[in-house]
Each structure stands twice: as structure tokens, then as C-alpha cells.
């Protein structure tokens, strides 16, 4: 445990901060999972809007963003 004021200030901040990655992520998560269990045009878009906003709030990295639009798209397209 920090003894010192700022860093027990950042042990809050932080544990805050994951709590809202998990939330984000989650949100994330079951957006994509819905796509690939009824791949139609409107999941992948909310899922892609998930996965961007995802992105842009540093929870996920650029590759991982990519990869899994892609892998979403693939499948909408083959239920086609």
C-alpha cells in the first residue's frame, strides 16, 4: 500500500480507469459476439461503431481493431 499522497491518488485513478477499460471493452465484446452469432448489415455496423470507440479510447490497440473488422465483414459477407 502507496504511503505517499499522489500515489495513493493513482491507485484510485487507476482502478477507476480499469473499471470504465472493462466496461468499454465488454460493450465491445458483446457487440461483436452478436454479429457473428446474426451476421447482418446492422450488427456490423454497431459493432464496428463499438470497435471505433474502442480504439480512439486506447482500450484496444489499432491491429486488433483492424483485425476484427475484418473478420466481422468476412463473415457478414459469406451469409450473403
Known amino acids: 500500500m502507496p504511503n ?3 500515489a495513493k491518488k493513482r491507485v484510485k485513478v487507476t482502478a477507476n480507469k480499469h473499471d ?4 468499454k ?3 465491445m465484446k458483446t457487440a461483436v459476439k452478436k ?3 446474426e451476421p447482418t448489415i446492422e450488427n456490423l455496423n454497431i ?4 470497435i471505433d470507440k474502442a480504439l ?3 482500450v484496444i ?3 486488433k481493431a483492424a483485425r476484427q473488422k475484418a473478420r466481422l465483414a468476412k463473415k ?3 451469409a450473403k
Open 47 to 50: 459493432a464496428n461503431k463499438r
Open 4 to 6: 505517499i499522497k499522489s
Open 35 to 37: 454479429t457473428v452469432k
Open 25 to 27: 471493452k465488454g460493450a
Open 56 to 58: 480512439n479510447q486506447g
Open 20 to 23: 470504465a477499460n472493462i466496461l
Open 76 to 78: 457478414v459477407n459469406e
Open 61 to 63: 490497440t489499432k491491429n
